[in-house]
Structures are given as structure tokens and as C-alpha cells.
């Protein structure tokens, strides 16, 4: 796994949507971190989906809904 | 990095769902933190706004600190950054804002 963070295609993705703001410190390493956590999170989620239905592979619906409860979860 | 969270085959259909999320989740997380900077009459995000967010979103709690999360997913170059360290000579790195 790359382990490596990209920080200024962090701070660019962030730009596009406020272009206003700036990222003090190493606030960008702890946006990457909480992105970490998502991903982590819905890998998680599709994973009980998919086991629940008996499926060996993750499908689309069960990206789908588990996608679902985890951006409803992670809004701040 | 999502392939290597979920440790079973993927679809290629369910990747694409996967980046779509991604862009929602970005955008979900620059409101929030446009939100917390201006309420702080801000204009830079600060580590302790992600800290606020991560609270929020139940990642932090009382038993799982930032500092473990930090410990546990990103490598040791970041996490010198991120957590002080104290070296010899009594000397904290990097410095604590006071």
C-alpha cells in the first residue's frame, strides 16, 4: 500500500470547493487522516453487506448502500 | 487504499461508486470546515477544527484519542509532525503553540 499523503492535491481537491480557505499547520495531514478513517469506514460497511447476502465479492449495491450510512455519519 | 481496507475482491462498478463517494465526502468536508473557520472569525483552517469535525463524526472519543488514530494510520514521517516528541536535552518537537 502507498503511504505516502498527497498534500497538495489535498489542499487543490479542498481549493475547488472554498476557495477562501487556507490550510494552517498541518491541518492537511489530519483532512488525509480523517479521509483514512472514511474509506476505512465504508470498507468496513460494504464488507457486512456483502458477507450478509453471502457474496464473495463487493458489489456495486452494497458500495451503494453502505455509502449511504457512512456520508450521512460522517457529516460534521 | 480502499482494496486493501476491505480485504475481499471488488467490483469494478462498486470502485466507481467508491470515487464518486469520495468527491461527496470532500465536498461534505470542506462545508464543514468553511463552517467551523468563519464561526471562529478564521480564515485558516486550524488542526483543532479536524480534531472538532472527527469528534463529531465519532471517531474521537474519550477512549479513542487523536493521537492513537494518528498512531495507528499514518507513517512515522507524519506523525513526527503531528504528535511532539521530546529529544534529549529536554526540548519538545515540534514546539507547542503556548
Redesign the interface.
Given at each position: 500500500m502507498k503511504r505516502t499523503v498527497p498534500r497538495s492535491t489535498l489542499k487543490n481537491l479542498l481549493k475547488k470547493h472554498k476557495p477562501q480557505l487556507r490550510l494552517g499547520g498541518n491541518a492537511d495531514l489530519l483532512v488525509h487522516l480523517n479521509f483514512l478513517l472514511f474509506l476505512f469506514r465504508l470498507a468496513e460497511e460494504a464488507r457486512t453487506k456483502a458477507i450478509e447476502e453471502k457474496s464473495k465479492i463487493i458489489k456495486y449495491e452494497h458500495v451503494v448502500s453502505s455509502a449511504k450510512i457512512i456520508l450521512k455519519k460522517s457529516r460534521g | 487504499?480502499?482494496t486493501?481496507?476491505?480485504?475481499?475482491?471488488?467490483?469494478k462498478?462498486?470502485l466507481e461508486?467508491?470515487e464518486r463517494?469520495?468527491n461527496?465526502?470532500?465536498?461534505?468536508?470542506?462545508?464543514?470546515?468553511?463552517?467551523?473557520?468563519t464561526h471562529a472569525r478564521r480564515?485558516?483552517?486550524?488542526?483543532a477544527?479536524?480534531?472538532?469535525?472527527?469528534k463529531?463524526?465519532?471517531?474521537i472519543t474519550d477512549k479513542m484519542p487523536l493521537h492513537v488514530?494518528?498512531e495507528r494510520?499514518?507513517?512515522f514521517e507524519?506523525r513526527k509532525?503531528?504528535i511532539p516528541i521530546a529529544t534529549s536535552g529536554n526540548k519538545v518537537i515540534p514546539q507547542k503553540p503556548t
Amino acid at each position: 500500500m502507498k503511504r505516502t499523503v498527497p498534500r497538495s492535491t489535498l489542499k487543490n481537491l479542498l481549493k475547488k470547493h472554498k476557495p477562501q480557505l487556507r490550510l494552517g499547520g498541518n491541518a492537511d495531514l489530519l483532512v488525509h487522516l480523517n479521509f483514512l478513517l472514511f474509506l476505512f469506514r465504508l470498507a468496513e460497511e460494504a464488507r457486512t453487506k456483502a458477507i450478509e447476502e453471502k457474496s464473495k465479492i463487493i458489489k456495486y449495491e452494497h458500495v451503494v448502500s453502505s455509502a449511504k450510512i457512512i456520508l450521512k455519519k460522517s457529516r460534521g | 487504499m480502499f482494496t486493501h481496507y476491505v480485504k475481499m475482491p471488488v467490483t469494478k462498478e462498486a470502485l466507481e461508486v467508491v470515487e464518486r463517494c469520495m468527491n461527496v465526502y470532500f465536498k461534505q468536508l470542506s462545508n464543514d470546515l468553511d463552517a467551523y473557520a468563519t464561526h471562529a472569525r478564521r480564515k485558516m483552517v486550524d488542526p483543532a477544527d479536524l480534531e472538532l469535525l472527527m469528534k463529531r463524526q465519532g471517531l474521537i472519543t474519550d477512549k479513542m484519542p487523536l493521537h492513537v488514530l494518528v498512531e495507528r494510520h499514518l507513517p512515522f514521517e507524519y506523525r513526527k509532525l503531528l504528535i511532539p516528541i521530546a529529544t534529549s536535552g529536554n526540548k519538545v518537537i515540534p514546539q507547542k503553540p503556548t
